[in-house]
Structure formats: structure tokens, C-alpha cells
């Protein structure tokens, strides 16, 4: 899928994108799935309720019978007693199937959407009207597959039915000789074998329609690459104005350093790729802290401004290299330094410059 730049969408939705696609209401659903959920609900219920609407049809009549026997006439109100009583029934009987089958459809609808209420949808869009997109429309991969599927639909619908129909006719002659209940036993049978079949059917409509869907979507929210760079530049901010950022806040961590060496004791240099400034103050801290350290262009400058102030520096290459990588600034030295550090304290004092003891 190209775009205006002539950039593929190669690069897999972001969760921004799909968070911004959710609240458009463009969001990944099959309704297959819940019609096929839906039916087998309806006949699920209508196998289970059965024996409740067959007494009640059968009520239906007997009461209706019973109540034609009775009047000396057969008048309009007669009629419409009889069928307003058989509303009702009817009613009860179908009413309940009916409920159950939109709530476990909402339910589908429901679970595949996180239940997601939006008006977008319904908003006009002029785009919409556009006589190119209209006809792309139409030519599209999935506007071919809808059709495909309609049309696969269509033709199981009819060849279940005409299968149920052809199956009554074959017991024809059982239902003409049979009384009414038992015809009505029949016909209720064969209701449920269609339910059955056609539940069956779109179960694997469903599964098709699902997978295809769910393709469908995650093709659409593919984006380009220039797309994913100018999204994260908005969430994260520009690499560029980041990364002047980090710089001038390195200044400014430098500059604080510099002016702690004329606090230090003693210079651990490598000789010139390392140095580490350390300080000891028994009173302050129970070992030598880092008050400075860097690298290279960094220890160049921590050497160059120990020499102003007079700073005894020593070169112990393991020691300075060891140092820099594991103590951070403004910490104490660990356990495992004390004695290295200790000899090159000792070696301090020997000169008479270790400030602490001095009363600094």
C-alpha cells in the first residue's frame, strides 16, 4: 500500500495509533461472529423452551375451541378474542428467545469492542463523497470478500432450507394423517434441525470472517516509516532538541564538578585517558567520596585544574580505570577499595597535604 510520498506502510501499528484509531471508532470487529453466536443462542434457547411453547400452543387451541363451542355465534369480537389470546401466547413464547438473543448478541458486539460507545462514526465525512474512493471502494480486497461471503451465505441458507423442506415433504404424508399436536411436534423438530445446521454454518463463516478481519485491520493501521519517526518526535520528543538537551545538562554536570576539585585529596590519574578526584573527610563520611571523575578530554581538564590548586596526583592505572567505571559521583568508594585507597591516603599524608587532617 503505497502513499502520496510513494512510502510503503511497513511498520506494525503503534499503541498510539490504535488508541487514536479507537476513539475515531475505527476498531477491529467481525459481525459474523456475533450473528453466529446470536443463532446458536436462539436455537440453544428454542431447544430448551420447547416443551414450554409447545404447551402453550397447545393451550392455544384447546382454549380456543373450547371458547368457539361456547358462543351461540361466531361474531368479529369472537375472532378478535381469539386472536389477541393467541398474540399474547404467542408473545410469551417468543419474547423471551427474542431478549436472550440481543443480549448475547450486544455481548459480541460488546466483547470485540471493549464495549466502545462513539458517535464519530455518525458524523458526516465529505471524503466520503468522493467519486475515486467511492469506485476503489467497490474494487477492494475486501469489498470482494464481502461480496464472496454474501453470496456463500445466500447459497447455504437456501440449500439448508430446501434440505429441511425436502425432509417435510418426505413426512408429508405422516403430517396429513397425524392429529395437530403431533404435526406441531414435527414441524417444531425440524425447526430445531434447521437452527442446528445453519448455527453450524456460519460458526465456520465466522471463523473465516474473524481471521480475515482481524488481517484486514491490522493492514489498514500499518504505517510508514516517516509516519512512526514524526509519531514518536510528538511523544517523545525531537532526538535532536533531546539530545541538546542531554549535552548542555553534561555542562552543567561538569561545571558543578570542576568546582569540587579544589576539595580533593588526592588525583587517581591513568595517566591521562582516567582521572578521579577523591575526598576524605572522616568527620562527613566513613570513606573517601568522588567528587570528580572523567574520561580523556574530562580527565585532561580535572588534571589541568588539580595543578592549580596543588593537588597531589598519583598514576595507578587499574585503580584509576576501576574507579571511574564503578563509583558514582558524590558517593563513597565501596569496601573493595579500601585498601588500594588507603595506601595512596597514607601516601598523601606522608607529603602533608591531606586536607581533613589538617582541619580544612
Not at 458524523?123 to 471502494?137: E, R, T, V, Y
Not at 595506601?343 to 581533613?356: M, P, R, T, Y
Request: net charge positive; charged share 25%; hydrophobic share 45%.
Amino acid at each position: 500500500m503505497a502513499e502520496q510520498g510513494g512510502e510503503e506502510k511497513t511498520e506494525k501499528a503503534t499503541p498510539k495509533k490504535l488508541k487514536d484509531a479507537r476513539k475515531e471508532g475505527n476498531i477491529f470487529q467481525s459481525k459474523e461472529v456475533a450473528i453466529a453466536i446470536s443463532t446458536i443462542a436462539i436455537f440453544s434457547v428454542l431447544r430448551i423452551y420447547m416443551t414450554t411453547i409447545y404447551g402453550n400452543i397447545v393451550s392455544l387451541f384447546q382454549n380456543s375451541f373450547s371458547y368457539m363451542s361456547t358462543v351461540d355465534e361466531i361474531t368479529a369480537e369472537t375472532v378478535s378474542n381469539v386472536l389477541l389470546n393467541g398474540f399474547y401466547i404467542m408473545l410469551a413464547c417468543t419474547l423471551p428467545i427474542m431478549l436472550i438473543a440481543m443480549v448475547i448478541g450486544i455481548l459480541a458486539y460488546g466483547v470485540q469492542t471493549r464495549f466502545l460507545f462513539t458517535m464519530k462514526k455518525l458524523q458526516p465525512k465529505f471524503s466520503k463523497l468522493n467519486p475515486l474512493s467511492g469506485i476503489k471502494n467497490i474494487f477492494s480486497m475486501k469489498s470482494l470478500f464481502e461480496v464472496v461471503k454474501s453470496l456463500i451465505k445466500m447459497v447455504i441458507i437456501i440449500a439448508v432450507i430446501y434440505s429441511q423442506f425436502m425432509g417435510l415433504l418426505e413426512q408429508s404424508l405422516t403430517l396429513m394423517s397425524a392429529d395437530l399436536l403431533s404435526a406441531i411436534a414435527i414441524v417444531f423438530d425440524s425447526i430445531y434441525s434447521l437452527g442446528l445446521k445453519l448455527s453450524l454454518a456460519f460458526i465456520v463463516i465466522a471463523v473465516v470472517d474473524f481471521f480475515y478481519q482481524r488481517y484486514d485491520y491490522d493492514k489498514r493501521m500499518k504505517m510508514t516509516k516517516k509516519e512512526v519517526k514524526e509519531e514518536f518526535k510528538q511523544t517523545e520528543g525531537d532526538p535532536q532538541i533531546k539530545g541538546r538537551i542531554r549535552q548542555q545538562q553534561r555542562r552543567m554536570s561538569q561545571a558543578r564538578m570542576m568546582q569540587r576539585i579544589p576539595e580533593a585529596d588526592v588525583i587517581v590519574r591513568n595517566p591521562t585517558h582516567f582521572a578521579v578526584a577523591l575526598a576524605y573527610d572522616p568527620k562527613v563520611s566513613k570513606a573517601p567520596v568522588v567528587v570528580a571523575k572523567g574520561q580523556d578530554f574530562v580527565a585532561a581538564r580535572i588534571i589541568e585544574e588539580a595543578d592549580k590548586y596543588d593537588i597531589p596526583m598519583i598514576e595507578n592505572k587499574p585503580l584509576a580505570r576501576s574507579l571511574y567505571k564503578t563509583i558514582p559521583l558524590e558517593s563513597e568508594i565501596s569496601p573493595e577499595f579500601y585498601t588500594a585507597i588507603a595506601e595512596v591516603l597514607a601516601w598523601v599524608h606522608s607529603l602533608g597535604k591531606l586536607k581533613a587532617l589538617q582541619e580544612k
